[in-house]
């Protein structure tokens, strides 16, 4: 039998199950204790985020020839009545406490201040600590601001004591991603873990799929590690933590997928061993293409622009082929090892009879095979008026106080602060210029509207030449990560880049902002395309068919462009979010597609099979009526693990995963159950060409009668 010659043979064989079982101890003794060192490895400085070729990138750079990276924590008093005698006291007190800081990189021998809001009665001042970044700034920041605001306190007696600017924020977004590793491995494993005693109703069962894709997750995770520890590759928070719901998501989707087909086998299969291998070489290809599908999707993030965006190709595409790999070699031996009692309750005996034949997909199949056209032609204008819902999508990028689904103590004082201060105080415009062209770049800068007038200055601490170069501040008029603080560097570059022979660039927080906004529409419109064209290509390729795959891809595009939709309602008519980041429809989209595109594979190579067998629109009953209820499980799963990211209180995780888990159960549920089936069902063989199988239709090259599959509806 093809099956038991085939490579499903060497995994679950009588004896070589063992060595399988074996060899993944032996990686697993080995990989564990790195990968629990994948978070030491982590670069979460602001160049591996940001554009590696963008202007504000260079002057992050060649800025650390003048100073070690800082980033300022802003300590706020503010009392409307008036400041008393008692808070400069006070606040006199805290500067000298700060002064002699040097723990976890702050220099507070550089401390500024007090800077009051005015000369006379004033009623808020602020205290500028400088903070020493480098690649472990997300781990420094954090203990850092935490130390300072031990020092400061909260304030009282009507004093308000806040610690903010770019130090207070970063430490507060460091929070999030701080523990995010362990936070969605167990919301993960709690989705994973309710869903297979839903779908398996065994509690035996779920142990060995589990077990399954934790291992692939310490094994991506050491992998990822070294990668990043001696092959030059970037892991920063983002990217570990999507690592984990993908290894998760897609790991157990493909055991789901593969378990459905090994319980068929155990019916008709005495032998176990037999009934595995049969399984991984009919489900075999099907669940490699779609974990090809979803790698170089993946892969294709490397031509992007940001660097968090091309750092996150390589560490996905590790994590779904080492879950890949676990699940068709670890999972089927484990398996096998088990034996058929593993089931239990429901234990699939040999010759029972297979209860998809008169299952809820069966019936549904036989439904839409009514009216096939009528029933595609709802679907898909129901979806199209889904998408409308994208008019009120706002992916122009999301501000500090936007992005935490909270209001940590940073946004609280950023506002505080704003209210007596330039609202870009603590978050200057940083600019280098040749010496020799310094002053004149130096007035067009404070000239440029936006900028606060006499705000140039010197960084402290900074030496006042390097190679040539001069580099100082500027304070903006309007908040940092707004739309006119960006429209003002916009401004001032054209400005000085006009100077001549100044070779001026123009940096800072709000042009690392504008440069990532540029360099995300960028890589929308090159990564999409890109995605779609893999996925097509692989389609092709499994189903050897064009006008299939055609149809696959406009579904897909139509499921992403409802999901959107649908979301950008929720968020702004639900949640009430503010926005959406800039790269959020690229990573829904990466997501969606690499991911739902697996459904699709597998309903549409099933119904391949059975096409050649007897043909085509029988064929596509049958396939949802075998598929239907493992792919709903699959999604379900696959949801739950995605809506894992609404756990951290970040709102782009939380946009990201409520999109992404909304797309999939669409996808589930409407386009592949029901858009799919009813556009296969109308198109008949047709959807095979140009393979011989759209002129041949089953029966070994006879067409089968096909009237046993009403055609009404179109």
């Given at each position: ?379 898909a204008v129901v979806l199209a008026l889904c998408s409308l819902g994208l008019a009120q999508m706002r992916a122009e990028g999301i501000g500090n106080a936007e992005a ?248 782009a995780f939380a946009e990201i995963g409520f999109a992404v888990a909304l797309g999939v159960l669409l996808d589930t549920f409407v386009v592949r159950s029901v858009l ?39």
């Amino acid at each position: 039998m093809t099956g038991k010659r085939g490579v499903g043979r060497l995994v679950c064989g009588p004896r070589t199950k063992w060595l399988v079982l074996a060899l993944w101890l032996v990686v697993l003794f080995l990989m564990a204790p790195f990968a629990q060192k994948l978070t030491d490895a982590q670069d979460n400085d602001a160049a591996s985020w940001l554009p590696g070729s963008a202007e504000s990138t260079r002057v992050l750079e060649i800025s650390r020839d003048f100073r070690p990276e800082q980033i300022p924590a802003i300590v706020v008093y503010a009392r409307d009545a008036g400041l008393t005698a008692g808070d400069r006291a006070r606040i006199a007190e805290d500067v000298r406490r700060l002064e002699q800081m040097d723990d976890h990189g702050i220099r507070g021998a550089e401390t500024q201040g007090p800077v009051f809001d005015r000369a006379s009665d004033p009623r808020a001042a602020q205290v500028f600590v400088p903070v020493t970044m480098d690649e472990k700034g997300w781990e420094r920041i954090s203990p850092a601001v935490a130390d300072i605001r031990g020092e400061v306190g909260t304030g009282g007696g009507g004093l308000a004591v806040h610690v903010t600017g770019p130090g207070g924020t970063s430490a507060d977004f460091a929070e999030v991603f701080e523990g995010i590793d362990s936070t969605l491995l167990f919301a993960a494993m709690g989705v994973v873990v309710v869903m297979l005693l839903i779908t398996y109703r065994s509690p035996t069962l779920l142990l060995v799929p589990l077990l399954s894709v934790i291992a692939a997750l310490f094994t991506a995770q050491a992998l990822v590690y070294f990668l990043a520890e001696y092959g030059g590759l970037t892991v920063n928070g983002q990217s570990a933590g999507i690592l984990t719901v993908l290894v998760f998501g897609a790991g157990t989707d493909y055991a789901l997928l593969l378990v459905a087909r090994y319980r068929e086998e155990l019916r008709r299969h005495e032998d176990r061993h037999e009934a595995m291998a049969l399984a991984l070489h009919r489900a075999g290809p099907a669940v490699i293409a779609s974990g090809a599908t979803v790698v170089l999707s993946m892969l294709v993030l490397l031509a992007a622009e940001m660097n968090s965006t091309s750092s996150l190709g390589p560490v996905a595409a590790i994590g779904v082929a080492v879950g890949l790999l676990a699940m068709l070699t670890l999972f089927p031996a484990l398996l096998v090892v088990f034996g058929r009692w593993i089931f239990w309750p429901v234990v699939p005996h040999f010759g029972a009879p297979d209860p998809t034949e008169r299952g809820v997909w069966a019936r549904t199949g036989r439904r839409i095979a009514r009216r096939p056209r009528t029933t595609w032609g709802v679907t898909a204008v129901v979806l199209a008026l889904c998408s409308l819902g994208l008019a009120q999508m706002r992916a122009e990028g999301i501000g500090n106080a936007e992005a935490f689904t909270d209001k940590p103590d940073s946004i609280v004082g950023q506002e505080v602060s704003a209210r007596y201060f330039p609202a870009g105080s603590g978050d200057p415009l940083v600019v280098v210029s040749d010496r020799a062209q310094a002053e004149e770049v130096g007035r067009t800068v404070a000239g440029t509207e936006g900028v606060v007038p006499d705000s140039l200055r010197l960084p402290p601490g900074a030496a006042p030449e390097a190679d040539g170069r001069v580099l100082f501040e500027a304070t903006l008029s309007d908040p940092a990560d707004s739309d006119a603080a960006q429209q003002t560097v916009e401004r001032v570059r054209d400005a000085v880049h006009a100077v001549p022979d100044a070779d001026a660039m123009v940096g800072g927080g709000s042009a690392a902002l504008l440069d990532m906004d540029r360099a995300t529409a960028h890589d929308n419109v090159l990564i999409i395309p890109l995605v779609l064209l893999v996925v097509l290509l692989i389609l092709c390729a499994l189903l050897r068919a064009l006008v299939a795959p055609l149809l696959l891809i406009a579904t897909v595009i139509l499921s992403f462009a409802a999901a959107l939709g649908l979301s950008a309602l929720a968020f702004r008519h639900v949640f009430d979010y503010a926005g959406e980041t800039t790269d959020f429809p690229l990573f829904v989209f990466v997501f969606l597609v690499a991911l739902g595109i697996d459904y699709n594979i597998f309903l549409t190579t099933r119904i391949r099979e059975e096409a050649v067998r007897q043909g085509t629109r029988p064929g596509v009953v049958t396939g949802l009526a075998a598929t239907g209820a493992v792919i709903t499980s699959a999604g379900l799963v696959l949801a739950g693990t995605f809506a894992a990211l609404g756990t951290l209180p970040s709102v782009a995780f939380a946009e990201i995963g409520f999109a992404v888990a909304l797309g999939v159960l669409l996808d589930t549920f409407v386009v592949r159950s029901v858009l799919v089936t009813s556009l296969f069902l109308d198109m008949g063989p047709r959807v095979w060409w140009p393979h011989r199988l759209a002129r041949e239709d089953g029966g070994g090259g006879v067409r089968k009668p096909e009237a046993s599959v009403s055609r009404s509806g179109g």
